[in-house]
């Protein structure tokens, strides 16, 4: 019964492909984010839709695409991936734009570009 | 962009030894989360702080706002191997669904 979910959790592909990570929320939240964690920990906010619509679009390359089927599900997608992309992937969500609730995370993708 | 200014990046502390992180902003913070990741895990949420001046605890964890509402710490008394990982604060600022994190501080506690 994990709260946020995402897959897959490691991903090894080489430069040049196109890749997918999934993310779901089994907690009714209505908001839901995407961030990178580079190797010396920063956490850099990428995305955030609030009830499926995109609400922060953080100058991300638009070789990424987020996509929200539904305020439980958002999915990103990475086209002509590259060696910069290397990184953790988090999907969080929490309960509202303006409130006060915490940001929920996932386990994290693990990406390695060969 | 708003700005949160944590430090230090890393601290190493023998097991038993306070540890204290700091964040700093040159504006006036919204409020202030904290968060904890553990090395291969995920950011997890530990408090808030909304009041100017409020203090509160956790066992042996102490989170401070500032007065001015442009700092907070938090401060571990007598580290255990358990506290390993890297300490987030995060303002929720004034842009809607947003969190601005600070860098975080590592911490490596030898036993």
């Known amino acids: 019964d994990t709260a946020v979910s995402q897959t897959p959790k490691y991903l090894v592909t080489q430069m040049g492909n196109d890749k997918s990570i999934k993310c779901e929320q089994n907690?009714?939240?209505?908001?839901m984010y995407w961030y990178k964690q580079d190797s010396k920990k920063f956490l850099k906010i990428m995305f955030s839709?609030?009830?499926?619509?995109?609400?922060i679009n953080e100058t991300v390359p638009n070789r990424f695409s987020p996509k929200s089927p539904d305020k439980a599900h958002l999915n990103l997608h990475i086209n002509s991936l590259e060696l910069g992309d290397s990184a953790v992937y988090f999907c969080?969500?929490?309960?509202?734009?303006?409130?006060?609730?915490?940001?929920?995370f996932g386990d994290g993708t693990r990406l390695s570009i060969l | 962009g708003q700005q949160v200014m944590q430090i230090p990046q890393y601290q190493h502390v023998q097991e038993g030894e306070d540890f204290t992180t700091y964040c700093n902003s040159s504006?006036?913070?919204?409020?202030i989360q904290w968060y904890k990741q553990r090395p291969g895990g995920h950011p997890v949420f530990l408090i808030q702080?909304?009041?100017?001046?409020e203090v509160k605890k956790q066992k042996r964890l102490t989170f401070q706002f500032g007065e001015a509402k442009k700092n907070s710490s938090l401060h571990i008394t007598a580290t255990q191997t358990t506290d390993v990982g890297t300490y987030f604060c995060?303002?929720?600022?004034?842009?809607?669904?947003?969190?601005?994190f600070g860098r975080g501080t590592q911490l490596t506690v030898w036993p």
């Open positions: 702080l909304v009041k100017s001046g």
């Open positions: 995060a303002d929720r600022g004034s842009t809607l669904g947003r969190l601005y």
């Open positions: 969080a969500s929490s309960q509202g734009l303006g409130s006060n609730q915490p940001q929920h």
């Open positions: 504006t006036t913070l919204s409020n």
């Open positions: 839709y609030n009830n499926k619509e995109l609400i």
């Open positions: 907690l009714g939240h209505d908001t």
